[in-house]
């Protein structure tokens, strides 16, 4: 009975991180390029009272033992890189990646980050850079004078000029993708850091060996699904009550036992 304590505080304190993470997936549900989380869960080691195979006291073989397990507990919050819903905006910098690739920005430690979300806008050098104001990489810089941005599907940024009616290329977007994108490291701010679970980043021009093409005018919606995460919530919640009645009836049984009398 006192093990049964342990075990069910095990399986509340699980369902309180998987709460933690559903939450931030609602917190998100509005982001741009937000990809959701998932709590991942494994058993923790068992107690092995008659080991499976253990020959008994007459020499026969146990066929199945006896095992106690003793809980569990989390392993890993994996980010789900499915594609979510593209919404047309008609602003010039709102830029989708429709398919498999991340934007590459440039954090102020020279440090490259990664993202999906192609909330772009120009600072005041002209340079192409997110809601935080870290540029683009490669740097790409609008002419002053621009009256038209264009970005195609295969990444090629052109501009026409006031006076002119030829557009002028000024830059080309290139993008990543990863063997592994569950491996990136998620650091706020829309933004993945590389590290050895993700692999090295593949760099090319959208549309080109396997990455996916750009979207002017369009913007990624998180890939929250809000009734899925609604579901998995009471789920969890239940769980997370049916752990709590596993230690009240612990502790019933504990009392029943206390109160015996000779």
Request: aromatic share 6%; no cysteine.
């Amino acid at each position: 009975m006192i093990r049964s304590l342990f075990i069910a505080a095990t399986g509340m304190e699980a369902q309180t991180m998987n709460i933690d993470v559903i939450a931030n997936n609602l917190a998100n549900a509005n982001t741009a390029g937000f990809k959701r989380s998932r709590a991942d869960f494994e058993e923790i080691m068992y107690q092995d009272i008659i080991t499976p195979g253990a020959t008994s006291a007459e020499g026969t073989t146990m066929p199945s033992g006896l095992q106690v397990g003793l809980g569990v507990k989390p392993v890993s919050v994996h980010k789900v890189f499915e594609e979510g819903e593209l919404v047309n905006t008609g602003n010039p910098l709102d830029l989708a990646i429709e398919g498999d690739g991340f934007f590459q920005i440039t954090r102020p430690n020279g440090e490259i980050a990664y993202t999906r979300d192609g909330t772009f806008k120009l600072d005041s050098e002209g340079r192409i850079v997110n809601s935080e104001g870290y540029a683009l990489e490669p740097e790409i810089t609008i002419p002053s004078d621009a009256t038209q941005i264009t970005v195609s599907a295969d990444g090629k940024v052109t501009v026409l000029q006031a006076g002119s009616t030829e557009p002028v290329e000024v830059g080309q977007i290139e993008i990543v993708k990863f063997p592994n994108p569950g491996g990136l490291k998620a650091i706020g701010k829309n933004l993945f850091l590389e590290t050895p679970s993700s692999g090295a980043p593949i760099t090319g021009n959208p549309g080109q060996d396997g990455l996916g093409s750009i979207q002017q005018g369009f913007l990624e919606l998180s890939n929250v699904n809000i009734v899925e995460e609604m579901v998995q919530m009471i789920i969890s919640q239940r769980a997370y009550e049916m752990n709590s009645k596993a230690i009240q009836a612990s502790d019933e049984m504990l009392q029943t036992a206390n109160n015996l009398r000779r």
